[in-house]
């Protein structure tokens, strides 16, 4: 089974550059990354094993792997034990640039099933922030509701939100399981969702992240905070979303007129 033409390229050895700046590792991810990316090695391409295509490249064992370990970490690549080294499948292309709805919504009008799992959900006196950015009444609460949303394999995002408790009495009680935050929102509680602010940047993961999502501390991921009206002009939600980068990306599609 010859699967190793990546660095042929259209020549009939690899052309790996012995002198150049780069390492040989670097090269060797650059190289299968460009594979990945252009779909030439398509979602679920099994990679010939580690012997053969480290002798294939003319590399050690040890380099090869150097150069695996980077693609797994970055979610390119996964590694079945007693299976093979295998493309990851598809990352999975949100709206959430484009408009006002949740992953689960997302996902769900493309035919994807997301898991949830419920980390935390807790009446809880607003943090400072928080409380200004939802004109939280003095004295009230705020629902705090933590949840990791996953795909079949893997955990794509962490969510906190936290909801104004004073327009949602008993919110605590909700199947947040199996219910989307706005779903309750609008049906049992009769809100009417007009705007939000959202705001993307990028963000090396902290411990807590990192362990929610399974990937190296310090990690490269996606952040997103948003800040919900209701069509009155009311805060009602204000939420922190981590997302896997490797799992998943953002896309927004934009028009000049």
């Not at 199947?175 to 809100?191: H, M």
């Not at 310090?218 to 979303?241: H, I, K, N, R, W």
């Amino acid at each position: 089974m010859a699967q190793f033409e990546m660095f042929a390229l259209g020549n009939a050895k690899p052309n790996l550059d012995r002198k150049a700046p780069s390492a040989l590792h670097s090269q060797i991810s650059d190289a299968i990354r460009s594979k990945i990316v252009s779909q030439a090695w398509p979602p679920h391409h099994q990679l010939a094993s580690e012997p053969d295509l480290a002798a294939e490249l003319g590399v050690s064992r040890g380099t090869l792997r150097r150069a695996l370990s980077t693609l797994i970490d970055e979610g390119l690549l996964k590694q079945i034990q007693g299976r093979g080294t295998f493309v990851t499948p598809t990352l999975l292309e949100p709206a959430v640039a484009q408009k006002l709805s949740t992953l689960s919504e997302d996902f769900a009008s493309q035919g994807v099933q997301l898991k949830t799992t419920v980390v935390e959900v807790a009446l809880v006196d607003p943090p400072g922030d928080v409380g200004a950015l939802l004109e939280v009444p003095r004295g009230e609460k705020v629902l705090r509701l933590v949840r990791v949303r996953h795909s079949a394999e893997t955990p794509i995002a962490l969510l906190h939100n936290y909801v104004r408790a004073d327009l949602v009495r008993g919110i605590e009680k909700s199947d947040f399981a199996n219910e989307s935050l706005f779903g309750i929102l609008e049906e049992k509680f009769a809100l009417k969702i007009g705007t939000a602010r959202r705001t993307f940047s990028a963000q090396a993961a902290t411990t807590d992240v990192a362990l929610a999502l399974n990937v190296p501390g310090a990690s490269p991921v996606q952040y997103l905070e948003q800040l919900t009206f209701l069509t009155d002009g009311t805060p009602v939600e204000y939420s922190d979303v981590w997302i896997r980068s490797s799992e998943l990306r953002v896309v927004t599609f934009l028009a000049r007129r």
